[in-house]
């Protein structure tokens, strides 16, 4: 009997790669993670914290990730907008094309992408305390903090530069 030969998933890899050029993920994958380790590691110097090492050892890759779920959500709620799912009528019309989207055409269209990097941020703060609900080396008062930072300075502020 002749083994049979399948192509699993063949498809996803080539979609990423037409969709996301690669040389994009290499600059954004260790930017995002620099940044983050960054944030996480100012937040420990500024809390005097005794155990820097143990705490980003235990919490970056979390922080990593959940980071981009939390950038996910963003996209999401600006794909919304890009595709008129949003209530703002011919004033959007005017700013947005299934294509493009300019953050500073008109208030609606800032005020749509200040709330997708607003929502991010929040989504990024949730996450990232509940990543560090299991890190007994942080206080309660240090973990909120810490969410804090890194929702208001890893949020997709990026969001707001134009795309034409």
């Not at 009997?1 to 290499?26: G, S």
Request: one cysteine or more; hydrophobic letters at 60%.
């Amino acid at each position: 009997m002749k083994k049979q030969t399948r192509l699993y998933n063949l498809i996803l890899p080539v979609w990423l790669i037409l969709a996301i050029p690669t040389p994009l993920w290499l600059a954004v994958l260790p930017g995002n993670l620099l940044l983050d380790c960054a944030v996480l590691l100012a937040c420990l110097l500024a809390f005097r914290h005794a155990q820097k090492g143990a705490v980003v050892k235990r919490l970056w890759w979390k922080f990593w990730l959940l980071g981009f779920a939390a950038d996910g959500v963003g996209v999401v709620w600006m794909f919304l907008g890009l595709l008129g799912y949003i209530p703002f009528g011919d004033a959007w019309e005017n700013t947005v094309s299934h294509v493009t989207h300019n953050a500073f055409a008109n208030p609606w269209a800032f005020l749509w992408t200040l709330a997708g990097v607003a929502l991010a941020g929040a989504c990024v703060y949730c996450f990232d305390k509940w990543a560090m609900r299991s890190c007994e080396l942080l206080t309660g008062r240090e973990k909120h903090l810490t969410a804090l930072a890194m929702a208001v300075f890893t949020a997709p502020w990026l969001f707001f530069i134009p795309v034409y």
